[in-house]
Every structure is written in structure tokens, then in C-alpha cells.
């Protein structure tokens, strides 16, 4: 996998992407044949790779069947601690021995087709405001701030209030810094639990494991429900909500655009099931870490929120880690307005930190104002950003210069917009060779950046998932995620939605298109040599 920098990026979107594309798909139709044959030869005699990936699995905390808490996060823990990490080193050099005695490309690691990361780093600028934090010893040399220092705590209230057209949502006192989006979805559902011991928790759509571990872990019933009588994984109506959801709910958790399949609500529905939750006293987790990669111009949840006079609902969660990729530093961001939460929050965190980082201060502040100025050009195109900044600060101090904060905000406006088109081209890229080459049975709504999820014509529900990835790291050297990853029952992704597999299309292109044609390979070849079949081949059994 290799990091771009935005020059690179560039280079590759203004390659003609329909030529790449055509060789792609000659390139697979030619090669098949070879590929097919060396998955059948890899998995053939991978007894010893499965009996090594069984055992960690049951070694494994995070993993073990019998773990009364693993049936919501293990089938993820699996593919990371285990196919995607314990078989690695051994799936490469088998994979690249065989691949490379029949002229097939090799790779130096495995093949990260699903990473659920961007691999286009940030402007060096950010650098620049980390090490201006660290620099400053009203910030490192400290250690008694524990609601946070004041630079960092304005930076934050201005990044979420970024998100509503309105006047201000969040004061100073309504933010707090976390440990990236896990610890601030963890951190909610505990305050929660501490308020709430009797309610339940349900999260809509598939979802990664944090909400729902979190919940189970501390005792919470948990329930995740998607579209009634859909062939797809999808958001429920806000009418199947009204239906499934009991008088004992007490708390909705959503991520929009949705991880791992980009579908939005429409404002119409985010009224709705705001509506819903404030009439029925219920709090509303929306973790908006994909809210700045989304593909929709529509309103944020949080100023619709604002307008119904319900934020008092709402808690809102955001991260810098997938909109600028520096998931390194773990930049995370919870918002409300609710008093009681606010109180517990505050409890929560000096119990389990005393004081949050304090050098974030610049970085955050650069990050409010630049989302807080790009909206207020939105909304009068006319006006200039040496005025927009003086009233952003309204008097007060920055960390950075007006002419450094200008040049920078230039500097990140190109890289944003840069960035999302190249997303664009990649998941273009990724649906037309699915489509082409036969495999792609359908996909998911994909209304934002950076992941799709895809459901290929092979293999037929009813097979293992688990089993399907397993066999794309032996066969392939190749990771990603998949369905039972995003929550659910296994056997309802199994049996019921079939085998679906995520594709994260932040990576460059050499490796997305490489982990598209193996992906493929592995598709076509599953069931048409029935590798399914554990009389047949070596096939990972587990379930959760």
C-alpha cells in the first residue's frame, strides 16, 4: 500500500480513467485463468494456515467463540488479529512463491482492500500546528485543565458548529476531547448506562462494533435492525424504527454517510426520526465522522436538529481521523447540549483520564475556523476571507497569523476538493470492473466517501463468510472487511443477506486495482470449484 501526497493524487485524477479502466478489464479477462489456478492450488494445502488461524481464534480473547461478548465484535477482531494479521506473514510468501511461478504481479505485504483508512496524507501544515502545541508550555507544560484548554475547547465548539447554518449550537462547555470517534461513542453509551440502567440500546443500519461492544459490555440490551425485507443491508424507515423500537429504548445510535455503505438519510428522514426521539425522550447518538465526505448537499442532522428545538436529543460525534486521514493522533469530538449528559461526561472523563491532551489547541483551532470560514463563503459567495476571519475570532487571540491561517485555508480547500474527487474516480473505478467483468450482483448507495460495499455473484448465500475471507488472504494475500464485521448475526449475513465484502477506495490506485482483480478472482473461483465444500478444501468453520 503506498501513501500519496496530493501531487499524486492529482496525477492520478488527471489520468484518463476509462483507458485504465478497459486495460483492467482486458487485464482480468486474460489472467483469470492463472488466478483461478493458484487460489485452488494455495487453499488446497493450507491445512497448515487453517489449523494456525483456528487455534489464535480460540486463543483469542477478542475472538473466542465462547466469549459471551464476541457474537457483536469478534468476526471483526478475527479478520484484524487473525487473517489480517497472524496469517499474514505466511499468506504473503505462499501467495507471491505461486503468483510469481505463473507470471502473476506480487506485492511486498498483503493487499489492503478494505482498510477503512485514507492513504492521502495530510497538507504538512497540520504537522506544523501538532509541534506549535507541543512548542507552547502553556500547553505541555501543564496539567490542570480538566475540562480541556480554552484554545482547544473554542477550536472544537467552532468545528461543530460548522454544521448548522444557524446561529451557534455549541458553547465551549458543550465539546470534549476524546481519543478519536471509538472512545467518544464508548464514552456516550457509558454516561448513557450510568443514567439510563433500565433502557436499551439500538443502532440502525450496519455498524462498526464500538456502539454495540460498548452497550453489551456494560450490561445494556443492544439490537441492531436494518430494512425490513431487503436483499441489501440498508437503514431502516423511520416508520420500521416507530415499529421495532420499544417503550424501553433509550437510546438511537446511526453514523451517516454510513460505514461501510455511504447511504444518508434524507432530511425528510432526519426530521422524522428526530421528531420521533424527542417526543418519545429518546437521546440520539449520530456519529458524523463521514459527515465532511459526503456526496449530498443537504443538512447536517445537527442544525436540524437545532431548528425542531431538539438538541437537547442529540450528541453528536466527530474525528479528523477518516475526513483528513490522521487516524495517528486520534482526534475525536463529542457535542451536546444535554445537561445530564454533560455532567456525566465530565464525571467520565476526569475518572478515566483527569485532564484530555492539551497541545491539540492550534490544530483545532485551525480545523474549526477553516470548516466555520468554508461555510460562511457558502452561504455569501461575495464575501472575503480577511473579513470572514476577523469575525470568526471576534477579538481573540489565534495561534497562527492571519496571512499563515489565509495561505493555509487555501492550501486545505484545494486538498478537500481534491481529495473527494479522487474518491469519486476510485469508486467509479471499483463499480464499473465489478460490473464489467460479470461479478457485481449490487451495491450499496454509496451518498458519501470513502468505503462501498459490495455483493458479488459469488459465493451463493449460505456460505461462511469468515470462510470467504479467510480464503482471500491464502488465496489472494488480500484483506478486507465484510458483512458479519459491521454487526448483526453471522447467520443473518450468511443465510439472509448473502456474502458482502467493503471496499475502502482511499488508497492508490495500483493497490485498489490489484485488490479489485484478486477480490474478483477469488469470487468466480469459490463457487465454481465449490471451495465452500470442507470435504473438499480446508474451510474455516468458525461462527459467531
Do not use: H
Amino acid at each position: 500500500m503506498e501513501y500519496l501526497r496530493i501531487k499524486q493524487v492529482q496525477k492520478a485524477i488527471n489520468t484518463d480513467g476509462k483507458t485504465g479502466l478497459d486495460q483492467l478489464v482486458r487485464r482480468y479477462n486474460s489472467q483469470f485463468g492463472l488466478y483461478s489456478q493458484a487460489i485452488k492450488s494455495l487453499v488446497a494445502r493450507s491445512n497448515p494456515l487453517l489449523k494456525e488461524a483456528t487455534d489464535a481464534i480460540n486463543e483469542g480473547s477478542r475472538t473466542n467463540p465462547i466469549n459471551p461478548i464476541s457474537r457483536l465484535s469478534a468476526p471483526y477482531f478475527v479478520n484484524e488479529d487473525v487473517l489480517g494479521g497472524v496469517l499474514v506473514g505466511k499468506a504473503v510468501q505462499n501467495v507471491n512463491e505461486e503468483y510469481s511461478r505463473l507470471g502473476l504481479p506480487t506485492t511486498v505485504g498483503k493487499v489492503k482492500l478494505g482498510p477503512g483508512v485514507g492513504y492521502i496524507q495530510a497538507p504538512d501544515f497540520y504537522g506544523n500546528l501538532l509541534r506549535a502545541g507541543m512548542q507552547n508550555p502553556e500547553l505541555a507544560v501543564n496539567y490542570n485543565a480538566p475540562n480541556g484548554e480554552k484554545m482547544t475547547r473554542a477550536g472544537m465548539s467552532l468545528l461543530m458548529n460548522a454544521k448548522t447554518e444557524n446561529q451557534k449550537a455549541y458553547g465551549e462547555y458543550d465539546v470534549f476531547l476524546t481519543s478519536g470517534a471509538t472512545e467518544a461513542i464508548d464514552a456516550t453509551v457509558a454516561t448513557f448506562s450510568k443514567l439510563n440502567p433500565d433502557k436499551s440500546v439500538f443502532i440502525l443500519g450496519p455498524s462498526y462494533y464500538a456502539g454495540s461492544f460498548s452497550a453489551q459490555y456494560r450490561g445494556i440490551p443492544v439490537k441492531q435492525i436494518v430494512k425490513e425485507n431487503e436483499s441489501s443491508p440498508l437503514f431502516p424507515s423511520v416508520g420500521e424504527v416507530r415499529r421495532k423500537i420499544p417503550e424501553n429504548a433509550g437510546l438511537i445510535i446511526f453514523t451517516g454517510p454510513n460505514n461501510p455503505t455511504g447511504e444518508i438519510y434524507s432530511e425528510n428522514e432526519i426530521n422524522e426520526l428526530i421528531g420521533f426521539a424527542k417526543a418519545r425522550g429518546i437521546l440520539v447518538l449520530f456519529d458524523d465522522i463521514f459527515g465532511k465526505l459526503s456526496y449530498k448537499n443537504q443538512k447536517n442532522p445537527v442544525q436540524i436538529a437545532q431548528e425542531m428545538g431538539a438538541l437537547d436529543n442529540l450528541v453528536v460525534v466527530d474525528s479528523l481521523s477518516k475526513s483528513l486521514n490522521i487516524p495517528g493522533i486520534r482526534p475525536g469530538v463529542i457535542a451536546t447540549t444535554n445537561a445530564a449528559i454533560k455532567n456525566a461526561l465530565s464525571d467520565y472523563f476526569i475518572a478515566v483520564k483527569c485532564n484530555p491532551p492539551l497541545t491539540y489547541g492550534p490544530l483545532f483551532m485551525f480545523e474549526g475556523m477553516a470548516r466555520e470560514m468554508e461555510k460562511r463563503i457558502k452561504l455569501d459567495p461575495k464575501s472575503k476571507p480577511s473579513e470572514v476571519y476577523d469575525s470568526i475570532l471576534n477579538g481573540d487571540k489565534a495561534a497562527f497569523s492571519k496571512e499563515w491561517f489565509l495561505k493555509a485555508f487555501s492550501e486545505w480547500n484545494d486538498w478537500n476538493k481534491t481529495t473527494m474527487s479522487y474518491y469519486r474516480q476510485n469508486l467509479s473505478l471499483a463499480v464499473q470492473f465489478l460490473q464489467k467483468t460479470g461479478v457485481l450482483k449490487q451495491g450499496s448507495p454509496d451518498q458519501g466517501a470513502f468505503n462501498t460495499l459490495v455483493q458479488l455473484t459469488s459465493p451463493k448465500k449460505g456460505t461462511n463468510t469468515l470462510d470467504f475471507l479467510y480464503k482471500l488472504m491464502i488465496g489472494t494475500a488480500t484483506y478486507t472487511q465484510a458483512g458479519p464485521c459491521f454487526g448483526l448475526d453471522q447467520s443473518q449475513w450468511d443465510n439472509l443477506l448473502g456474502v458482502w465484502t467493503r471496499i475502502t477506495y482511499a488508497s492508490d490506485r495500483k493497490s485498489l486495482e490489484e485488490g479489485l482483480v484478486r477480490l474478483a478472482a477469488l469470487a468466480q473461483t469459490y463457487d465454481e470449484k465449490d471451495m465452500g465444500n470442507s470435504t473438499k478444501y480446508p474451510t474455516l468453520s468458525v461462527t459467531y
